[in-house]
């Protein structure tokens, strides 16, 4: 994510207070529950205990006009537990429930929905859950924040911690990534962009079903849909296969200067592919709705960018911010929030890498300028970006400070030795999910050196650096 060119998250918001709703009334069975949180002490009511999801099957309709979103979703996921009653993710309303094809009590508070299969799942059992659901995400908030954005002729579905509960029901965590199906069904000449591949369009009456698909895992706050009047543009450039999607509401210079920030795509690609290894996906692009939202995001194979990026003219910094996070972020995931700075110290220290590229600031003078800028006394400096605490995941100091934590790793270390740990870190990790000790400690196992103090100075310490080395 980058919110950098500006910063107001303060959202307005209308908290809704959500009743206990339950479609089968009945007592809770006896038995062991998998919880409502995944076990992340920043977020801790997000994702759910007890079971994996191996694959999502999104099947939404979205009626632009009321702003009502309706949908089907099948997750196919395995127990890591018995199960006798589990939790999904979900800030719409859910109508009806079944667990392998039949019907399952539940019950739903402002964000998890409770499911009872009718019979006990067992350890290790893969099961499908299918839940039928209606809203008005545009209406929904969730911690103060808001995650689904009404555009002039449409919808988006974008954020970072949370996006999935506006759109489906998920265990809503980074740490349990999964494939997706997303069919996303609107009036004909509407568009709907996802993730991943495009399948085919399909005519539905009046309407068109659109068909994407992810092959790879996936974080749930990396899918995402934009749904609205869009000139889509596509094709093949530097051997990548490429989809832009500009909203026809931007004002033409925000869209012209979009247009050319945009295909600049594949030659970021290919410059971070130089730097870090084979781009992970099977497609590239971005997507530039015409909502102020304040920030972009990595959605994998398609980020999305406020147009507020550019409205001053194009911009490649935060095509290569949002594309490197394609490795790092999206194709490794943190396993818990605490460990962002991975992903935005790598999406910045690719900025600076991308500049001294292009003959523009070196990195050693974008490292000088961020240490000289800031005084022993600033904030910046108190932020422990191994561990920022939830309100600060975002601050920029786990930015820039992640990435002079990589140069001067990197010095230290030398090129070819991060070069092989920055490519081993994303590609040779058995669950796609990383946190900072196992970074930690492939560093030293490349290096065969006590890296503890350079990591514990960077990471970990409220004070500013004396040693830059
Ligand atoms: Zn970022």
Redesign the pocket.
Known sequence: ??TRFVRILGVMVISLCLGLVSAVPGAALAGPTGGAGIGDPYFPQDGNGGYQVGHYDLGIAYDHPSKRLAGTATLTARTTQRLTRFNLDLLLRASAVKVDGRAARFTQGARELTITPPRALAKGQRFTVTVTYAGVPSALSSRGEKAWFTTPTGGLAVGQPQVAAWWFPSNDHPSDPATFDIRVLVPRGTEAISNGTLVGTRPSGSKVLWHWKMTSRIATYLAFVAIGDYTIEQGTAGGYRYLYALDKALPAKVAANARKSLRTTPRVTAFLARRWGPYPYSSIGGVVPAVTFDFAL?NATRPVYDPGFFERGASSGIVV??MA?QWF?DEVAVKRWKHIWL??GY?TYSEWLWSQARGGTSTQAHFNRVYRNYEASNPFWKTRIGDPGPSKIFDDAV?DRGAMTLHVLRKRIGDRAFHRLSTRWYRDNPDGLGSTREYIDLAEKITGRNLDPLFRQWLFSARKPTSTR
């Open positions: 994510m980058s990595e911010h949002e996070h972020g992903n935005e999406a930015y």
